[in-house]
């Protein structure tokens, strides 16, 4: 009995924050360039980095120069410009 109370503990409490997106964000920078499905980030820690576009969103949401903070999947392929997968994207105003 005591084995399913922690499992019902860790299954309702402790997996969903682990899943959130609204957490820190991983990139904070300028929009350098923009394509249909992806955009280049300049991130002051960073430098540059293109980042996959989440589903249901399109390049001509953003324009160059916009302050963006990016929420990513946490895996980045190292090449130049660096590579990842953005989970969500805010304008900074």
């Known amino acids: 009995m005591k084995k399913y109370l922690i499992f019902s503990f860790i299954l309702f409490f402790l997996l969903p924050t682990g899943c959130s997106v ?29 980042l996959s576009l989440p589903d249901g969103t399109d390049g001509r949401d953003f324009e160059k120069g916009q302050s963006v903070t990016v929420w990513t999947d946490g895996k980045v392929r190292e ?4 590579q990842g997968t953005a989970l969500n994207i805010e304008i900074i105003k």
Do not use: C, F, N, R
Not at 79 to 82: E, G, I, M, V, W
């Open 22 to 50: 609204k957490g820190e964000y991983d990139i904070k920078g300028t929009v350098m360039e923009v394509e249909s499905s992806s955009i280049l980030v300049e991130d002051e820690k960073l430098g540059l980095i293109w």
């Open 79 to 82: 090449s130049y410009p660096l």
